[in-house]
């Protein structure tokens, strides 16, 4: 998850994945880190909400991931993911689960100034050249005016995202991660 105004609900499309029957582990952009309740995430999945790399000796504390939902996606995490920039646990995670063909649908949030720019275009059909689900366009995620994001936090489709992963079961409990 990005630092995007819907990340403030993420605890409502965590509990529509609980409600599919998955293990949900989140996952956050260091930025996204002041939007949610860390804690309350944390006692929700049972997993600890992981922001940065793990330090030498620590334990791993997620398993292996057998599906990936990035919502909301910023501007920015779109662009560095396309771009192979992995300066974040979060796109660290992407840039190796991608190629390893882990299904991976990505949600974006952004504004119609940012997604206007020809980078944000190129970034969105790269990423699904790679086999990535982008749901942005006509009835998926459709760009809104800038400053006026804050209007649309109620309606972001999560259940979209939820969607577009073909689910295989869970996770793999493997300690990986």
Sequence with gaps: ????????????????????????????????????????????????????HRRPGEARGLPRAR??????ATYNTVNKWAHGIADTYALTLL??????GVPTAVLPFVNSALASNPVFSESIAYLRRLGVTVLYGAGQFEPHAPGAGGSRLAAFPWHLALDAVPWPGGVVDDGGG
């Design 1 to 52: 998850m990005c630092a995007a105004g819907p990340a403030v609900r993420v605890a409502d499309a965590v509990r529509g994945a609980q409600e599919r029957g998955w293990r949900v582990c989140v996952v956050l952009t260091p930025s996204a880190v002041g939007f949610v309740d860390v804690a309350g995430l944390e006692a929700l999945t049972g997993y600890p909400v992981r922001s940065r």
């Design 67 to 72: 599906a990936v939902v990035v919502a909301p």
């Design 95 to 100: 840039a190796e689960l991608v190629p390893l």
